[in-house]
Nanobody, 123 residues
């Protein structure tokens, strides 16, 4: 079965950086769009960033554009989220997600989720 395992979360001061990783297994990683979402306490889960199966297209929420970068290494079955200039409002549990179907365009159907990794930004 599909498994997604996030790592790299932690506590960082405002203005600092973190890099999250998500290791995928259970199917051919390079065929599927990947995404990152986050959920802050008392709030709904929200979209952060996504990357196409080929890595050729990326999408970002306005709140992180210019600060976060999503990338993937299909040889390592891993997707990354580089987070720079972190703010207190970036504090959340960050989840990795994989598209349900292969070779999608502007995927919005996220069929598989990781368990999440906590990011805490102190101001």
């Amino acid at each position: 079965q599909v498994q997604l395992v996030e790592s790299g979360g932690g506590l960082v001061q405002a203005g600092g950086s973190l890099r999250l990783s998500c290791a995928a297994s259970g199917r051919t990683f390079s065929m599927y769009d990947m995404g990152w979402f986050r959920q802050a306490p008392g709030k709904e889960r929200e979209f952060v960033a996504a990357i196409s199966w080929s890595g050729g297209s990326t999408y970002y929420a306005d709140s992180v554009k210019g600060r976060f970068t999503i990338s993937r290494d299909n040889a390592k079955n891993t997707v990354y989220l580089q987070m720079n200039s972190l703010k207190a409002e970036d504090t959340a549990v960050y989840y990795c997600a994989s598209a349900r179907r292969p070779y999608t365009i502007l995927n919005t159907d996220w069929g598989y989720w990781g368990q999440g990794t906590q990011v805490a930004v102190s101001s």
